[in-house]
């Protein structure tokens, strides 16, 4: 399997990224993932400094090959100091997703960090390369957690055309060695792992949560608003999350306005689920591609895996056949 | 490339479906994608017998290859006679999408057919090898026309695994070599292709709606069911309609129960529109594949290209690089 330019640009051996997860993708999970030869992001989510500071000190401590910091941007926008904080541990990368990252490039790309835009239409795309953007990650609506409507597969070559010649990266729903290959066959120069590396052992997560990504399928994920808003968390449009379905999303998806009303009165009981890792009335993030995980295993095993499987799914269907080529 | 065993099985030089969209998907366009190489499926859409009568006619006129006849299943059950006349006319393939395929399959497989059920969630496909298919049909959101809510990417390998050992064809997003190559990788032993096919010369469509899939971006594609509320059609649940949104998508699509009360004034302007192919106050379904539409051609040229263009990208990927394999 080739390697692309944007894996020789970084260094990188494995054309997996770790998704920046907001509390779960710590110093572990990201410095794991790049000691294999994928790139770790840490996630930053909306910038607790003290987590921050923790997680970016155990990353520098467990590893020296390249890795990253990813931020929620419209978060970011509040808190701009947490961007200064990261940027003096020295990210090979700095990723921002969800909002407007034009206030911020010029102080990563100032303290050398290749910038990483996340956006979830072909106009978001143009944006993000105006606003200078080096990578541009097209994220489909099968990812965990935050994003949008588009789709992973025809969004990945839309945005790869519309961008060139910078690359593009894939992110939503790419979970095995298989949707890896495919991404990459769109043409991404590689992919953004999120669901499948949260059932990692690193991944700052309750081992609950963790286990329950095993056991259910991605036709019950949904994207909704009501996490956010039991969370108080003011997401602007157009950005929903995908998580799993569970009791408290049945109780409240078709009413997000009583749940706004009823805040107050639901959140504690919803914040102790969380702690206590109950899936039931909890949250848990994941895409579609959770059907495709069928074991909680240390981060390296699966990027490895990963990438080893979508090496052997090209090459069997590169071979030729016996009958010649389907296009002859 | 390598010929998958469906491919094999049904003759096919090329792992290309031509979707069968309803009124659009003629014997023309279907011939010419199965003297092609691939398999056209005329899609008999609602029923009428007039229609399916000539343009079955028409397939079997203009081809001795392998072809095939799509229903929606729901409808279907409301006039059941429409698949005693199309299985007269002996298809290689019956295709069921949308309800319950039990009461038609074995019909379908006494007359020799190959039976093919279209499936939006791991659940459906499931069903749909308890009913019996042959061949399931992983269909995912990002499609144009009916659909539901799973995405491509992450079904697709998903449903491999459940229905394994049956052989899956992917549908959703798919329009060019890239994506084809993509659903290749993903498990799939062909792919449906509607949208880039309704940009052909030989489809049944207005020559101005043809021209606007030029035009458009799959940004500007929603789900919705204002479609089939002026047009009188009680789609059963989950099923919504991709479509370019325009001026009457916007005028309606917060507003259904208005659509809906006021469907006897608003329909005959909707139906000249239709009639006129005016693309601002008509229909015009189209998956989030439509970026990658660039021009009205014939049939065969587009999937002789899709196939030639997916063989070189995988064998471009497959190519081991200079600095050794990603996986080493």
Not at 128 to 138: F, I, N, W
Not at 211 to 220: A, I, N, P, W
Request: net charge neutral.
């Amino acid at each position: 399997m080739r390697r692309t330019p944007l894996m020789d640009q970084l260094g990188l051996t494995l054309p997996v990224i770790a998704a920046p997860m907001g509390g779960v993708t710590g110093g572990w999970l990201a410095a794991a993932v790049s000691e294999a030869g994928g790139l770790g992001i840490v996630g930053a989510g909306y910038g607790d400094l003290d987590w921050v500071r923790r997680e970016l000190d155990e990353v520098v401590r467990r590893t020296t090959r390249p890795w990253g910091v990813g931020f929620i941007t419209w978060s970011l926008a509040r808190r701009p100091e947490v961007l200064d904080l990261a940027l003096a541990y020295r990210p090979a990368v700095v990723m921002f997703s969800f909002g407007d990252p034009a206030p911020f490039v010029d102080r990563a790309h100032a303290r050398g960090a290749l910038v990483f835009c996340q956006v979830q239409t072909v106009a978001m795309a143009r944006e993000a390369v105006a606003a200078g953007a080096d990578v541009v990650v097209a994220q489909g609506t099968e990812a965990g957690g935050h994003g949008a409507r588009r789709a992973t597969l025809p969004l990945v070559p839309a945005v790869v055309d519309a961008v060139a010649p910078h690359p593009v990266v894939a992110a939503g729903g790419i979970a095995d060695g298989r949707t890896l290959a495919a991404a990459l066959v769109l043409g991404a120069q590689a992919a953004v792992v999120g669901t499948r590396l949260y059932a990692s052992a690193e991944a700052l997560a309750h081992p609950r949560l963790k286990q329950r990504l095993v056991e259910v399928s991605g036709d019950m994920t949904e994207r909704t608003r009501i996490f956010d808003i039991v969370r108080g968390l003011n997401w602007p449009a157009p950005f929903t999350g995908r998580a799993v379905t569970n009791a408290f999303w049945r109780r409240w998806h078709e009413r997000p306005e009583a749940l706004a009303a009823a805040r107050e009165a639901v959140a504690p009981a919803f914040e102790q689920a969380q702690a206590a890792g109950d899936p039931e009335e909890g949250l848990l993030w994941a895409g579609e591609g959770v059907d495709l995980v069928r074991a909680v295993e240390p981060a390296a095993v699966i990027v490895r895996r990963m990438a080893a499987e979508a090496e052997a799914v090209l090459a069997a269907l590169a071979a030729p056949g016996d009958g010649g080529t389907p296009s002859a």
